[in-house]
């Protein structure tokens, strides 16, 4: 008994916190920076200012109302298995990757929903204010997610010599990320790498 009180408490303040953490980079970052801005942090890593319609890292697949609403729904699926988990007894290890993967997805949550309610949308190189509530540029569930990791670790140009790709300019890692997208991404290969016996059980 005490270990699951002392699971849910773990849950709920690791929850709380990476959400703290999450949204306080990203209104740092949107009310500070111009959209596109880039700021040099060392020669590989910047903090560039980017919004996002779509999944992690900048990926546009599917259509908004349908994104929010998919990630909701999977919000509520996977607080319901962490709930039933705890009481089944689970590993702390696998609780924790758990609650990575669950909090970073409500993280983005919170853009779709309220940013563009709260936000509004300044001409570059304005910088993004608080509005009043429905005043913003968007209506709930159709507010961008904000991205500003930027890690461009190895660069190069292709030889010319080469098919499809040859002469262009290669940066590898070059997708923009959040907090709630590393959080998830770090959850899923800790899953994938230690406890996949117990997610497949």
């Not at 740092?28 to 890292?57: C, P, Q």
């Not at 758990?98 to 993280?107: D, E, N, S, T, V």
């Not at 309610?117 to 961008?144: K, Q, S, T």
Request: aromatic letters at 18%.
């Amino acid at each position: 008994m005490l270990k699951k009180r002392l699971q849910t408490t773990l849950a709920v303040l690791l929850t709380v916190g990476i959400l703290i953490i999450d949204q306080v980079i990203k209104i740092s970052v949107k009310t500070g920076m111009s959209l596109h801005e880039s700021r040099r942090v060392t020669d590989w890593f910047y903090i560039l200012f980017t919004e996002n319609r779509g999944m992690a890292f900048g990926i546009e697949i599917f259509d908004k109302y349908f994104l929010t609403s998919f990630r909701i729904v999977a919000v509520a699926v996977l607080s319901w298995y962490i709930y039933r988990r705890i009481r089944q007894g689970i590993k702390w290890g696998f609780l924790i990757c758990l609650i990575m993967i669950l909090a970073g997805a409500a993280g983005n949550i919170i853009d779709c929903l309220f940013y563009g309610m709260i936000f509004n949308d300044p001409i570059p190189p304005g910088v993004a204010e608080f509005v009043p509530w429905g005043c913003g540029y968007a209506p709930v569930m159709l507010g961008r997610v904000v991205d500003m990791f930027y890690f461009p670790l190895v660069e190069w140009d292709w030889p010319h010599w080469l098919p499809f790709c040859g002469g262009e300019h290669f940066i590898f890692f070059s997708p923009v990320f959040n907090f709630a997208d590393a959080c998830i991404s770090c959850g899923c290969v800790a899953l994938v790498i230690f406890y996949y016996k117990s997610f497949r059980e």
